[in-house]
């Protein structure tokens, strides 16, 4: 199986542009996560959807943030308009429906966004 | 708020030595325990998943898990330069309405191991 597939893996744009970060989960996964990664913060969970429905978005910083799963094999991350702040690693990962308390998630490569 | 604390390290351990690594938790209800292996530039991926109270082994890596203490480690035997890595603690807390799977990530903690 291919794994979680991301694009771009770098990205560089400048303030008030729009980027668009897109996701492929691994085939047969129902779950599927965004997280931002940074030196303060760590890693963040954004938002994750559950059978192409977003079932908390509690960690999506601002409306400026906004995520769309339109089927199984497609999600998308977009940020309008980008801010210096928005600098960081951004992953995706997928995993399956837990038969118990949790399942591993895989994760993607990673997006590398500079907002200059 | 749910919380998961690790050192920062980084812990430095001679190459065949053990290298013990540490995290706490906040939410008694959590439920899975994960360590992921972060190379500098790449993805987490996992190592490790314990549920329940005790010792899990898995070649040269041990997790071991206190619910009570809310503690969880991993030790690594034989410690090589490979593993030279930052380790990240998760937490899960099992959201039953609607099926959950939500990870809280610790900051992780610098693994260097020395020649």
């Known amino acids: 199986d291919a794994g979680v597939i991301q694009s771009p893996r770098h990205e560089v744009t400048e303030m008030g542009q729009e980027v668009t970060l897109r996701c492929k989960p691994i085939s047969g996964h129902d779950y599927l996560f965004w997280y931002r990664q940074t030196m303060m913060r760590g890693l963040e969970l954004l938002i994750y959807?559950?059978?192409?429905?977003?079932?908390?978005d509690s960690g999506m910083p601002e409306d400026r943030f906004s995520a769309k799963m339109p089927n199984a094999s497609f999600s998308t991350l977009k940020i309008q308009p980008s801010e210096p702040r928005d600098s960081a690693v951004y992953f995706c990962?997928?995993?399956?429906?837990?038969?118990?308390?949790?399942?591993?998630?895989?994760f993607g490569p990673g997006t590398r966004l500079t907002v200059l | 708020q749910k919380e998961v604390e690790q050192n920062s390290g980084p812990l430095s351990v001679p190459e065949g030595a053990i290298a013990s690594l540490n995290c706490t938790y906040s939410d008694r209800g959590s439920q899975s325990f994960f360590w992921y292996r972060q190379y500098s530039g790449k993805s987490p991926e996992l190592i490790m998943s314990i549920y329940s109270n005790g010792d899990k082994e898995d070649g040269r890596f041990t997790a071991q898990l206190n619910k009570a203490s809310q503690y969880v480690s991993l030790l690594i035997r034989d410690s090589q330069p490979s593993d030279s890595a930052t380790y990240l603690c998760?937490?899960?807390?099992?959201?039953?309405?609607?099926?959950?799977?939500?990870?809280?990530f610790g900051t992780g903690t610098q693994l260097k191991v020395e020649l």
């Open positions: 998760a937490v899960n807390f099992y959201i039953l309405t609607g099926g959950g799977n939500k990870l809280t």
């Open positions: 959807f559950n059978n192409n429905v977003p079932i908390d």
């Open positions: 990962a997928s995993s399956l429906v837990p038969r118990g308390p949790t399942d591993t998630q895989y």
